[in-house]
Nanobody
Framework: QVQLVESGAGLVQPGGSLRLSCAAS????????MGWYRQAPGKHRELVAA???????NDKNSVKGRFTISRDNSLNTVYLQMNSLQPEDTAVYYC???????????WGQGTQVTVSL
């Protein structure tokens, strides 16, 4: 069973950048599609970006051109590079691992991103 640990939380001013990391352990990393989700206060959790084991990506429209998801299968790590951050990007960001071979996808504990002056 894969376990996920996120890092890279922080407070940043509008227009700034952050990079989130999610380290996986306990499974065959490249067998999983990895995703970053976020949940703002009072809102549902939403997909931000996902990347397959082979590197194909899918991004939420509102983050296209600003956020980039990537993975390093040799390090069992997925990244979310976030540029041009805006206050509406403030949320808890969650790492997710999914595969047709598992009944329920796996979540990390979440990491807080706050964009504010």
């Amino acid at each position: 069973q894969v376990q996920l640990v996120e890092s890279g939380a922080g407070l940043v001013q509008p227009g700034g950048s952050l990079r989130l990391s999610c380290a996986a352990s306990g499974g065959i990393f490249n067998a999983y599609t990895m995703g970053w989700y976020r949940q703002a206060p009072g809102k549902h959790r939403e997909l931000v970006a996902a990347i397959t084991g082979g590197g194909s990506t899918n991004d939420k429209n509102s983050v296209k051109g600003r956020f980039t998801i990537s993975r390093d299968n040799s390090l069992n790590t997925v990244y979310l590079q976030m540029n041009s951050l805006q206050p509406e990007d403030t949320a808890v960001y969650y790492c997710n691992a999914d595969s047709p071979a598992i009944v329920r996808s796996i979540w990390g504990q979440g990491t807080q991103v706050t964009v504010s002056l």
